[in-house]
């Protein structure tokens, strides 16, 4: 008979808590790029799914979690969504057995893939399948580190590529195994001899992460010409972006830099108005709760447990390295997307559940403290999950496109069509965001045609407002129709 150990209860558990926090995802409709995934991945030989890997493109090089995914999930989106949680708790699981290899400490390991797991960012991850390319590296380079520390390191390196196939930021992980490698050998008596012995071991990744970067170049400089990619070096820039990324981190509200001028100003007045929602309100003083408790009880700690002073600032010291690490180029674009915080939220998480750890070994009013933490924990990010799933937009634009498969599916409405145009509505509430200008952005321009028809392809697509006049033969779409 099949029995039960305590980690295969924390993973069911684990399971059933991660599909109810983010439940919102299996209805997410497609939007925006994955229109144009969908567009590209459609092909009829070998020779077209073999040049899905070509580097030479206008776009991001990230063929396994885009055209590859896209291939295989097809229109199915109840698919595409099982597929994302399928390799998001692989990751999960890799992540714990990694962080036991790491420390030995059961408890611990899980007790980090619980907040890891758990934490509302994960929405700007989950929900949206143009996004899986983070959630697809995440599971690859966990899985490459666990596979590190149990020195197999053929496989290792193979799920490194993979993680290079899914997004260029991977490229990073070889400075990380490098910290590592380097890192876990100080103080030992053989210290730059087993050094020199870990480098060495690390000159498959090298090589891999130089062809990679060989690759990457064509696509990038397609890139970082656009507005929202271009470089930006100055140190305002880049400590503004590191600021808020690490808040985030932490779990501040997603649409803060929205809000204000600069991070040591108050929001403007239009900030306040999300506390008219409840779940917000819940979020918001929960989060307060969350974060006094924790740091003044972990100053309350280093005055009685001074020996563990020392213990703790390393630890925040190489957790916010690592963090920062992990986002590299990112800290120099002006555009901010809590997105990209999917790896380097691993060492926020570590660095909480390490302080949780040392409370739960300490006296009965920490160990109180711990289950409080914890629970607090809990209710932030259930209730943080549920205002950014209303901040990212993401329910928006999916309520816009499965009307639109409603309206698409009426054949007799469309059948004669020779183009289709979006007309704006006589009075917009809310500028673009009521009108075709908003929906050329949801449907990619034209490229959600390949979506819902996929059998005519002449079909062309006009938007009000950048074509005034309707063209012959065109079916008028109103706005309204779509967003309500």
């Not at 995934?37 to 040049?51: D, G, L, Y």
């Not at 924790?294 to 957790?319: E, G, N, P, Q, V």
């Not at 407002?465 to 706005?479: E, F, G, M, N, R």
Request: one cysteine or more; proline letters at 3%; aromatic letters at 22%.
């Amino acid at each position: 008979m099949f029995k039960l150990n305590s980690k295969s209860v924390f993973f069911i558990a684990l399971l059933i808590i991660v599909i109810f926090f983010f439940r919102n995802s299996f209805s997410t409709f497609f939007f925006k790029d994955d229109f144009f995934f969908i567009q590209i991945s459609r092909i009829k030989s070998i020779s077209e799914f073999i040049h899905f890997f070509s580097p030479i493109r206008t776009y991001s090089y990230k063929p396994l979690a885009s055209e590859v995914f896209y291939f295989l999930i097809g229109n199915n989106i109840l698919f595409g969504h099982v597929v994302v949680f399928c390799v998001y708790f692989i990751g999960l699981y890799f992540l714990c057995k990694s962080v036991f290899l790491l420390t030995k400490k059961t408890l611990f390991s899980m007790l980090v893939t619980f907040l890891y797991a758990v934490n509302s960012i994960h929405v700007f991850q989950l929900y949206w399948l143009a996004t899986f390319q983070e959630v697809l590296v995440f599971a690859a380079l966990i899985m490459s580190f666990f596979l590190f520390l149990e020195r197999k390191n053929i496989l290792s390196v193979l799920f490194y590529i993979c993680a290079l196939l899914s997004k260029e930021t991977a490229i990073l992980y070889v400075l990380f195994l490098v910290f590592v490698s380097v890192f876990t050998q100080i103080g030992k008596a053989h210290a730059l001899v087993d050094i020199k012995k870990g480098l060495k071991k690390l000159i498959p990744y090298l090589i891999v992460s130089f062809l990679f970067y060989l690759l990457y170049r064509y696509s990038l400089t397609y890139v970082t010409a656009l507005d929202n990619y271009k470089m930006d070096f100055g140190f305002r820039k880049i400590a503004n972006n590191a600021l808020w990324y690490y808040l985030w981190g932490w779990g501040f509200p997603s649409v803060l830099p929205d809000y204000m001028k600069s991070v040591f100003s108050m929001p403007i007045p239009a900030f306040w108005s999300f506390f008219s929602l409840a779940s917000f309100r819940m979020y918001f003083f929960s989060f307060t709760l969350y974060v006094v408790t924790f740091f003044a009880s972990l100053l309350t700690f280093c005055a009685i447990y001074k020996k563990k002073i020392k213990r703790i600032l390393f630890s925040f010291l190489i957790a916010t390295a690592c963090f920062f690490l992990f986002l590299g180029p990112m800290l120099f674009f002006p555009h901010k997307w809590m997105v990209r915080l999917t790896v380097p939220l691993i060492f926020l998480a570590l660095f909480q559940c390490y302080v949780i750890y040392l409370y739960g070994r300490a006296n009965h009013f920490f160990q109180t403290l711990a289950i409080l933490l914890v629970c607090l924990y809990l209710v932030v990010h259930y209730f943080g999950t549920q205002f950014n799933e209303n901040s990212s937009t993401y329910l928006l634009e999916s309520s816009i496109t499965k009307r639109a498969q409603t309206m698409f599916s009426n054949t007799e409405r469309f059948k004669n069509c020779t183009s289709l145009y979006f007309a704006d509505p006589p009075a917009m509430k809310m500028g673009s965001w009521d009108g075709s200008e908003k929906l050329a952005l949801t449907f990619f321009g034209d490229a959600f045609i390949s979506t819902y028809f996929p059998q005519r392809k002449n079909i062309s697509v006009f938007y009000q407002y950048k074509t005034p006049i309707i063209p012959l033969s065109s079916c008028t779409i109103q706005a309204s129709e779509l967003i309500q």
